[in-house]
């Protein structure tokens, strides 16, 4: 999707690829997961840990609920024949995985994306003064900041006032921050967003670039770009220098595992060392086989799976055209045209607003979960998302007629629209992430601590982009509308300390001087 139209275009009916169109074939095998089947099948006495020792006898519970082969597969990491060298499986793995993906080097994560977004935090200091940031990055971006104590400038995204969601940032906001830097060291963004909507990467790598800095992509939940016709490009393609990839989100794999990739962009010799001792830095001595194996498995089933993936997409697919034609409910794509952020969309990420259909978002969901058993990913006062997995097939069908099936409690007073929402400006700030978060610190009601540092990052849901960060000042302005948030229904702010938003942990001592 190189263009706007086209990718706007596509977004509403995509299709499934002819074998003409469809892409080159990759190498669908696997290393790392033949490797460990192996090595589980030689009759090992097992006199080291993980403790259990695939006794399943010994460990029924832990067994019966695993299975027997989980327990078998569980083998501790730095082994012969699995971990160690540049020859073994798992290097070979990873070396796959980067041809997959198009890097010129790929991590294995073990500790999910969360470790990607820090070892991407720590590498920056090495690079310049200060990170320029999306606002609306994930909580781990902010924890990366702690770790590494570097500056930071944000970008605000753009927000859909009418859903209460945030979406990206454009390649004018990107410049406009990095103009502002005298030193800056990278540029982080987030593509795509948690509802589906798509950056335009291509063009923030060139306003990076231009400024003499890498792009950074939060592209968690995109592991699957790239690997259909129907689907977006993925961001290394487009020119990203440094990519986190939640692999398990859509790509397949088990919970917790992710990838880093490393693109082949002008920062490519610069930042390779760097990542490589983040990442020892940050990754557990311990890391899962049956994770690292997970991986493995997904990008093979990704890399040999485009007719898999046509199906999930067409399944997708339905549930919109379904949810088109009976016309209770909106779908939020629908409405990314009005954002000139907003190059594409995920065809895998169904949003649908639900208040248009006279239920709020927070209560279809309990719905849905209690008397239909259809869980969906996340939900808002004004929509839920539902994804489908790349490459699974669920029965959309049971989905679209639970939905139907939701009471409407509103509509008898009509449809009523969603007050706008006016997100207050943030304070400045006085003290870095990681200064604010390892002072002493101390809870006050919310109204003696207007005026001082905060130790907390707070963010309202919705639309979720952090209101307040460690060493930012918190504000009235701040404070009344994280309030207001925690008393609305479904309403919720993330890190406060209690529910109403009633105290506010600060600075202890923040007679320090402005940065």
Same mark, same amino acid.
């Given at each position: ?143 990366? *900041? &702690?770790? $590494?104590?570097?500056?930071? =400038?944000?970008?605000?995204? @753009?927000? !859909? ?6 979406? #990206? ?111 020892? *830095? &940050?990754? $557990?001595?311990?890391?899962? =086989?049956?994770?690292?194996? @997970?991986? !493995? ?6 890399? #040999? ?211």
């Amino acid at each position: 999707m190189n263009t706007r139209s086209t990718a706007l275009s596509r977004r509403s009916e995509p299709t499934v690829a002819s074998p003409a169109t469809a892409p080159p074939v990759r190498d669908s095998s696997a290393p790392y997961a033949d490797a460990l089947r192996v090595h589980a099948g030689r009759g090992w006495l097992r006199l080291n840990v993980p403790g259990h020792a695939a006794d399943g006898p010994r460990f029924g519970p832990l067994s019966q609920l695993l299975g027997p082969a989980a327990l078998a597969l569980d083998f501790p990491p730095l082994l012969d024949g699995l971990d160690l060298g540049p020859t073994a499986p798992l290097a070979r793995a990873e070396r796959l995985a980067a041809e997959a993906w198009g890097a010129r080097r790929t991590w294995f994560l073990t500790n999910g994306a969360s470790q990607g977004n820090q070892v991407a935090s720590l590498v920056a200091p090495a690079l310049g003064d200060t990170l320029v940031v999306q606002r609306s990055v994930h909580s781990s971006v902010i924890d990366g *900041l &702690v770790l $590494s104590g570097l500056d930071t =400038a944000f970008v605000q995204p @753009s927000v !859909d006032a009418g859903q209460g969601i945030a979406h #990206g940032v454009d390649a004018a906001g990107l410049a406009e921050a990095l103009a502002r830097c005298p030193r800056p060291a990278a540029a982080y963004v987030v593509s795509p967003s948690y509802f589906g909507a798509v950056a335009d990467v291509r063009a923030l790598a060139d306003v990076a670039h231009a400024a003499g800095v890498p792009l950074i992509v939060d592209e968690a939940w995109g592991a699957h770009f790239g690997f259909h016709p129907a689907l977006p490009e993925n961001a290394l393609s487009q020119g990203a220098d440094l990519v986190t990839s939640s692999t398990h989100k859509l790509g397949g794999s088990l919970t917790q595992s992710a990838m880093l990739h490393l693109g082949h962009g002008p920062f490519a010799d610069r930042l390779e060392p760097l990542v490589d001792r983040a990442f020892r *830095l &940050v990754q $557990s001595t311990s890391a899962s =086989a049956l994770l690292l194996a @997970s991986l !493995d498995l997904a990008r093979a089933q990704l890399a #040999g799976g485009a007719e898999q993936l046509g199906a999930s997409i067409d399944a997708a697919d339905r549930v919109r055209r379904t949810v088109r034609r009976l016309g209770r409910y909106r779908l939020v794509s629908d409405g990314f045209g009005r954002f000139r952020d907003i190059v594409g969309a995920d065809p895998l990420r169904i949003a649908v607003d639900t208040r248009s259909g006279g239920i709020p978002g927070h209560e279809a969901r309990r719905l849905l979960y209690r008397d239909h058993q259809i869980m969906v990913e996340v939900a808002t006062d004004a929509a839920v998302v539902a994804v489908v997995g790349a490459g699974s097939l669920p029965d959309t069908e049971r989905f679209v007629e639970a939905l139907h099936c939701l009471p409407a409690p509103l509509a008898d007073q009509g449809r009523p629209e969603r007050a706008d929402l006016r997100l207050p400006s943030p304070g400045p700030a006085r003290l870095s992430a990681r200064a604010a978060f390892l002072r002493p610190a101390r809870l006050l009601p919310a109204a003696e601590a207007v005026g001082r540092v905060s130790a907390d990052t707070l963010a309202a849901y919705p639309p979720g982009i952090p209101n307040v960060l460690p060493g930012e000042v918190v504000t009235a302005e701040v404070v009344d509308f994280l309030q207001r948030t925690a008393a609305a229904p479904y309403g919720h702010v993330r890190g406060a300390h209690d529910a109403a938003v009633s105290q506010l942990r600060v600075v202890d001592d923040d007679t320090t001087e402005p940065r």
